[in-house]
């Protein structure tokens, strides 16, 4: 049983197209995050979102927006997909609260052609 | 704003001996959490361990230690005994308490254990 799974694993899109990235937790964790890992392996925070707030890193485009139907699930969609947005994308999961340890998703391989 | 770096952009080691690699942030907050990630080329991003501020005492897991010492804003991993699978990115990361729990991590280290 995979913890915290993305799909899809790889994606490869046009230039000013809409994606989204899937995410789903069994962990029943309450708060779950998206970061982005650059060429250079940099990784930054875009969000996190439990069901009382979400936390925006301010650097972040408003054409990433996250989307949790439920607790389990926090969906990353991206409008009019630019070349810089090109990256690895990860989710992850933790309590709120306690043990505060972050569990990570395998990533997606975003490429905007 | 916290600001977490890691000096070595790269480092190698013999396998069965020991290897530490750097870390240290920058922050004003007294109470936080450190973290040691690995990621190795598979992709996936696995705590390797995890170090409470307010704890004096450094956190071990099996073959990796830490050496926190707050004062200095430091916090280094060891790695006794390397193993071929060691061979991975190491990420340091930072976490203010009651703040979304988001991790601000560093540039990473590369380390590649040699036979």
């Known amino acids: 049983d995979t913890a915290v799974s993305q799909t899809p694993k790889y994606l490869v899109t046009q230039m000013g197209n809409d994606k989204s990235i899937k995410c789903e937790q069994n962990?029943?964790?309450?708060?779950m995050y998206w970061y982005k890992q650059d060429s250079k392996k940099f990784l930054k925070i875009m969000f996190s979102?439990?069901?009382?707030?979400?936390?925006i890193n301010e650097t972040v485009p408003n054409r990433f927006s996250p989307k949790s139907p439920d607790k389990a699930h926090l969906n990353l969609h991206i409008n009019s997909l630019e070349l810089g947005d090109s990256a690895v994308y990860f989710c992850?999961?933790?309590?709120?609260?306690?043990?505060?340890?972050?569990?990570f998703g395998a990533g997606t391989r975003l490429s905007v052609l | 704003a916290q600001t977490v770096t890691q000096s070595q952009p790269e480092m190698s080691v013999q396998e069965a001996e020991t290897v530490t690699l750097s870390c240290t942030y920058d922050?004003?907050?007294?109470?936080?959490?450190l973290f040691w990630y690995k990621q190795p080329p598979s992709r996936q991003m696995i705590l390797v361990i995890r170090?409470?501020?307010?704890?004096?005492q450094n956190a071990t897991e099996n073959r990796f230690s830490v050496n926190f010492q707050k004062a200095a804003k430091s916090f280094s991993l060891k790695i006794s005994d390397s193993q071929l699978g060691d061979t991975a990115m190491y990420f340091c990361?930072?976490?203010?308490?009651?703040?979304?729990?988001?991790?601000?991590f560093g540039g990473g280290t590369r380390l590649m254990v040699k036979p």
């Open positions: 992850a999961s933790s309590r709120t609260s306690g043990e505060n340890i972050q569990y």
């Open positions: 170090q409470e501020a307010y704890k004096q």
């Open positions: 990361a930072f976490m203010r308490v009651n703040a979304g729990n988001m991790l601000t």
């Open positions: 962990l029943g964790h309450d708060t």
């Open positions: 979102y439990n069901n009382k707030e979400l936390i």
């Open positions: 922050t004003s907050e007294n109470n936080y959490y």
